[in-house]
């Protein structure tokens, strides 16, 4: 039939599935390798609530972990056509090294400034 899916194809989590697995990071300013400076708001996606819980206990070195990737980052880095999404895959790799209850399956960035 026209418009179904087969039972092969993978379900797509609706908005209230992914919202009850991401967690806000929030706003982070901090330097790049250089002398550029990055402030992004940044949200990470896991794979379960009990990942969103662990996140949330791990704030602090969460975004110890993010600044760590962002130092080493430079602003040419970035403006790559694939740089942002190159930091992404990074940042996911980094932080899946910590992760007990799940993965990080995405990292979002929005309102990035690199100056």
Do not use: C
Request: proline share 2%; charged share 25%; net charge negative.
């Amino acid at each position: 039939m026209f418009g179904a899916k087969s039972a092969d194809e993978p379900k797509v989590p609706s908005a209230k599935e992914l919202l009850a697995s991401q967690f806000d990071i929030g706003k982070m300013t901090t330097n790049l390798a250089g002398n550029s400076l990055i402030q992004a708001t940044i949200s990470i996606q896991g794979d379960s609530s009990k990942m969103k819980t662990e996140l949330e206990e791990r704030k602090v070195q969460v975004r110890d972990i993010i600044n760590a990737v962002l130092h080493k980052t430079t602003q040419a880095d970035l403006e790559k056509a694939e740089g942002i999404e190159l930091l992404k895959v990074n940042l996911i790799g980094e932080l899946n090294k910590v992760m007990l209850e799940g993965k990080v399956t995405n990292v979002y960035i929005s309102d990035i400034v690199v100056q």
